[in-house]
């Protein structure tokens, strides 16, 4: 009976996914050390049209250089307050999140897609990333088929973190 | 326990994921040909996002839980008080999604964002006001066994009201969705779908409160006045930590 309250309490307290953003990693590794680290975001259709009515303001379906500009400050970077539902561990322990460069959206199959670079220099095997969100209003969805990675080999887990779940890419 | 409860959030989240995409890529291959079945084909998978949905955190399910947990009644009333929740959550997201796009157009998600909060902090405002009612109720009523019915159906009223008025994001997206690429009538018909599926599941929520209840009042006998007041006081807990959440958490 406790915990049946308590479920519905803290159940209660987060709000569901609505957003579904799968993530496509393609990342280097060279003599051990990770190289280049890419991220490709495709934010689910839905939400990608919603997304569009406000930032494609020419309508033309395709984010130009301008629309890119105001996608990068108005809603890319305001999920540093969230570390961009990113977390990087280096030898077990939680670094930082490392600068992000080279951001570019487009649109892809009617999805609305971010693509960005971690500057993260780390050593491969010592290094693990986690993606989720602790709101649970974003679901962050990693699967094997999407990662590409060159020069390691990669793995992909769940992870179950009490009242939200992730995905744990690591390097072999 | 804890683990088991996460695997299944996460087997919940993975069904919303497949219907999203699934229903978004049905609704856009409508055309001329196939709109009857296609159509209908889009109903029911939005009453099953709807049900699936709902089993998730939030539409009022703690709120029904409590408020039956803690009043007697029966099972015909936690269908009436699903519905009326789902009503409310229906009507309140067609309004909201039809408003903004018609009057506003633009930055949708912005607006769509801010919206929700304002409607969390008074749905948590309201929750919390009926869960003063009801202690105070219960304290007023402690010497009778049988309420009266007019303050019981006001109160299942107040309950389902500040629980449904916060329009669900889901339901809203939907509706979007069809708007965008024209399907006017389909997106009301899709949100209506959708909170079918939901008022079920909340239903059962409703039902599943209404047997524990059913166990303790017959240790209780004539002291439910007792469950009732704990029901109140549980319930203005749920309202100050849900106005905790909306006020702290913005969202993007």
């Known amino acids: 009976m406790k915990i049946f309250v308590l479920l519905f309490l803290t159940s209660l307290l987060f709000a569901h996914p609505h957003t579904f953003i799968d993530i496509y990693p393609d990342i280097v590794v060279e003599n051990g050390k990770i190289k280049k680290l890419h991220l490709t975001w495709k934010i689910d259709e839905m939400t990608s049209s919603m997304l569009l009515m ?54 892809e199959k009617n999805k609305v897609c971010y693509g960005f670079d971690f500057e993260l220099h780390t050593n491969a095997k010592e290094t693990s990333l986690e993606f989720g969100d602790s709101d649970f209003y974003i679901a962050m969805v990693l699967k094997d088929e999407f990662v590409k990675v060159k020069g390691a080999k990669a793995k992909v887990t769940g992870v179950d973190n009490d009242f939200y779940y992730g995905y744990r890419l690591e390097f072999k | 326990m804890m683990e088991l409860y996460g695997h299944f959030m996460q087997q919940l ?34 009453f099953l996002y709807g049900l699936v949905h709902a089993i998730g955190p939030g539409h009022g399910k703690a709120l029904v839980a409590v408020y039956f947990t803690s009043n007697k009644s029966d099972y015909k009333k936690a269908f009436k008080m699903g519905y009326l929740i789902s009503i409310i959550h229906a009507i309140s997201a067609l ?40 202690v105070y109720e219960a304290y007023k009523d402690k ?108 969202h993007h």
């Open chain 1, 54 to 107: 406000d930032v494609d303001s020419n309508g033309n379906g395709k984010i130009d250089k301008n629309e890119e500009k105001n996608i990068e400050q108005n809603y890319f970077n305001t999920m540093t307050d969230y570390d961009f539902y990113t977390y990087i561990k280096v030898a077990g322990k939680k670094v930082t999140l490392p600068e992000i460069t080279h951001f570019h959206a487009f649109v």
């Open chain 2, 13 to 46: 989240v993975m069904y919303q994921y497949q219907i999203n995409s699934y229903i978004s890529q049905t609704i856009r291959s409508l055309n001329d040909e196939n709109s009857f079945t296609t159509s209908l084909l889009i109903l029911g998978i939005a």
């Open chain 2, 95 to 134: 309004v909201f999604t039809f408003g903004i796009f018609l009057i506003l157009k633009t930055m949708f998600r912005r607006h769509f964002n801010e919206l929700s909060q304002t409607t969390m902090i008074i749905s948590a405002v309201m929750i919390i006001g009926v869960g003063l009612y009801l």
């Open chain 2, 143 to 250: 010497g009778k066994i049988e309420k009266k019915q007019k303050v019981k159906t006001k109160s299942e009223f107040a309950v389902a009201f500040s629980a449904g008025i916060v329009p669900c994001p889901g339901v809203m997206t939907i509706v979007l969705f069809n708007i965008v690429l024209g399907h006017y009538f389909l997106g009301v018909a899709a949100a209506i779908a959708m909170s079918i599926g939901m008022g079920l599941t909340i239903s059962l929520a409703g039902i599943f409160s209404i047997a524990i209840n059913k166990k303790v009042t017959t240790k209780l006998e004539k002291k439910t006045y007792l469950l009732e007041m704990m029901g109140g006081v549980l319930i203005v807990l749920l309202g100050s930590f849900l106005l905790l959440g909306a006020m702290g958490g913005h």
